[in-house]
């Protein structure tokens, strides 16, 4: 068989070790897992390798696995500063199965996350202040000025598209987890735009917009996710009132 490995394909660093943590054989992959982003030079992979063979954790982790049958850690090396490294080892009679994964991009991705879900969240309270605001000035006697009931309403307007904006950003982040659920239904095209112009008419008469429905008469029934393409057309509609 010569150099050839029995190891599968896989995107983790494996390796198969002895019990004293000596390193037998390893797939392609994982010098890749111990590489910056676009690093072709291998001297620096295999160098970081080195130091991960010899880290005090790794060698804690190879007594854990020869003892209990299975070990594992999240490792932020000292030798390569701002990454983080899951490993685990498996015993399996006199051998130990390394499996090395870079998880940096993850634990980046989920503290840009952390920072963004934190900013829209105190962001929200603004809008939400402004309106409870206008609401009560109209409450309590700015309803009877026309020149001061113009102002809270647009006031009310402009923050809840404020609003709509920072929900759709959220909606954006939650769907990055997985795949979006599409929610089908049978509908009409004139149906749902006579409903966007009767939900925006309050806003296009503000702006002094004339919005018109022009539809052929033989258009077919959707079969697709209503509420999203209303989403649509609400952004679109909205915008051309404003600009």
Not at 16 to 23: A, Q
Not at 198 to 222: F, G, I, K, M
């Amino acid at each position: 068989m010569g150099n050839q490995t029995l190891l599968p394909v896989m995107h983790h660093g494996i390796a198969l070790l002895d019990l004293d943590g000596k390193l037998e054989r390893q797939n392609e992959f994982l010098l890749d897992s111990l590489g910056e982003p676009g690093e072709k030079n291998s001297g620096e992979k295999e160098k970081r390798l080195g130091f991960l063979l010899e880290d005090p954790a790794f060698h804690e982790l190879v007594q854990q696995a020869k003892e209990s049958g299975f070990a594992e850690l999240e490792l932020l090396p000292e030798w390569w500063e701002g990454q983080h490294l899951s490993m685990s080892i498996a015993r399996c009679g006199d051998i130990l199965t390394l499996t090395v994964m870079n998880i940096t991009p993850i634990h980046h991705l989920a503290s840009m996350e952390q920072d963004f879900v934190a900013n829209v969240s105190h962001e929200l309270r603004t809008p939400l202040t402004s309106i409870r605001m206008a609401a009560e000035s109209l409450q309590i006697g700015a309803m009877g000025s026309e020149h001061m009931r113009a102002k809270f309403l647009s006031n009310i307007q402009r923050e809840a598209d404020r609003l709509t904006r920072l929900v759709n950003e959220l909606l954006v982040v939650a769907n990055l987890h997985g795949r979006p659920v599409m929610h089908k239904n049978i509908f009409t095209f004139p149906e749902l735009a006579g409903e966007v112009i009767a939900t925006l008419q309050p806003h296009a008469d503000l702006n002094s917009v004339d919005l018109r429905l022009e539809c052929a008469d033989d258009l077919p029934t959707y079969n697709g996710d209503r509420d999203r393409l209303h989403q649509v057309l609400i952004n679109l509609v909205d915008n051309a009132i404003k600009f």
